[in-house]
């Protein structure tokens, strides 16, 4: 916005990574499309805000948080005052920063960034990344007709399909061309089949449990295992023979695009995020829902299993036989993984960031017409 002020944007996108990271990676997008943005993020002590958005580089302002129960219960009985109290705090920190636009990925604080918004007569931007939206997104769709999701389908009044936001690394990923180093980075073989194991930043103990009691028969099959198994796991591994390929495990990793890049094939749950992560960067994999909410994380995955991409098990028939059985033929097929990779690729976004923030500034700029007119 050349001549101008810069625009003033708050996130509200907290509690979980799955919020707060697309918020993030929408945040770094809007930067690099506006030096000068001012963005103040909205979060609570509930969850992770605290931890992860400061460490992203915005200020963080807090709000009390608002659980939005599905269910009757002496905590929904509460949600009004709550919701009361959270609106009227939000409210000042809209006016405080003089916000122009509020920019909500659902959460804890979304709903009442939504209300507060509405009440000053802001423009709100809606993105949901999941395939079941949740109540803060479905109320606010019906405020705005800025509304965008992760994939077609989404049941959402007014939405527009763009995928995720992703960080750039991940989005921008060259698998094949960091490929040997990031093997070497893990203590990987430059040849040979590796799948990534991952249970998500927390890590999931049905996955770890199934993949390492399936360690002999991924060596016998020559294939490599990196496994992430959550800062909270540990996994037992049987000791190999030195000629065995390796199975490494490691708690955590922070830059990702080294495991993908390092990676044929992935075992993982269907977190929205993780479900576009994997199709941007072309990787097949065996999702493996959380069996809770309604079975929502099926939903993400559901999408590329039926375009090939990718396998669905639930999580009670994990175990190191459907591994032997069912998905080493599938590791040990070059041909079929590259199908699957293609298939993968293909359900990909991987300018969600670039195309939200986009939508952001044009909704800044036509409101900032509006009130130009009311001054004539």
């Known amino acids: ?6 625009p003033r944007v708050v996130v509200a996108g907290g509690h979980s990574a799955g919020h707060i990271e697309p918020a993030m990676n929408f945040a770094d997008a809007l930067r690099r499309l506006e030096p000068t943005a001012e ?20 200020p963080l302002e807090l709000i009390p948080p608002v659980p939005l129960s599905r269910k009757l219960s002496s905590d ?15 409210s000042a920190v809209l006016d405080r920063v ?23 007569g802001l423009p709100i931007v809606v993105h949901e990344a999941n395939a079941r939206p949740g109540v803060a997104n479905r109320v606010a769709a019906r405020m705005t007709r800025h509304v965008f999701t992760a994939a077609p389908g989404v049941r959402l009044a007014h939405a527009t399909a763009i995928g995720i936001p992703l960080r750039p690394a991940i989005a921008g990923l060259d698998r094949a061309s960091l ?47 990196l496994h992430i198994t959550g800062p909270r796991h540990t996994v037992d591994v049987p000791y190999g023979r030195p000629a065995d390929p390796p199975y490494v495990a490691v708690p955590y990793v922070d830059e990702m695009q080294y495991a993908y890049a390092a990676a044929d094939f992935v075992i993982c749950r269907s977190g929205a995020m993780t479900c576009a992560e994997l199709a941007a960067v072309g990787l097949p994999a065996a999702y493996v829902p959380l069996p809770l909410r309604g079975a929502e994380q099926r939903l993400n995955a559901e999408p590329v299993v039926a375009a090939g991409g990718a396998l669905l098990v639930d999580n009670a ?60």
Do not use: C
Not at 99 to 120: I, K, N, Q, S
């Open 39 to 58: 963005i103040i993020a909205l979060g609570s002590v509930r969850g992770l805000d605290t931890t992860l958005i400061p460490a992203r580089g915005y």
């Open 1 to 6: 916005m050349p001549g101008e002020p810069p």
């Open 317 to 376: 028939d994990l175990d190191p036989t459907w591994i032997e059985t069912t998905l080493i033929p599938v590791l040990t097929d070059p041909e079929r993984i590259a199908k699957m990779s293609a298939h993968a690729s293909a359900a990909g976004a991987p300018d969600a960031d670039v195309i939200l923030a986009r939508h952001v500034l044009t909704a800044v700029a036509e409101q900032r017409s509006i009130d130009s007119r009311g001054l004539e």
């Open 179 to 225: 490929r040997d180093a990031a093997r070497q980075r893990f203590g990987l073989r430059r040849d040979g089949p590796v799948v990534l194991v991952t249970g998500g930043s927390q890590g999931a103990g049905a996955i770890n449990t199934a993949v390492s009691g399936a360690a002999a028969a991924l060596r016998a099959a020559s294939v490599q295992v």
């Open 98 to 120: 003089r916000a122009e636009v509020v920019v909500g990925f659902g959460g804890y604080v979304a709903m009442p960034a939504y209300l507060a918004a509405r009440r000053r």
């Open 76 to 90: 929904l009985l509460q949600t009004p005052t709550r919701l009361r109290d959270s609106v009227r705090v939000a």
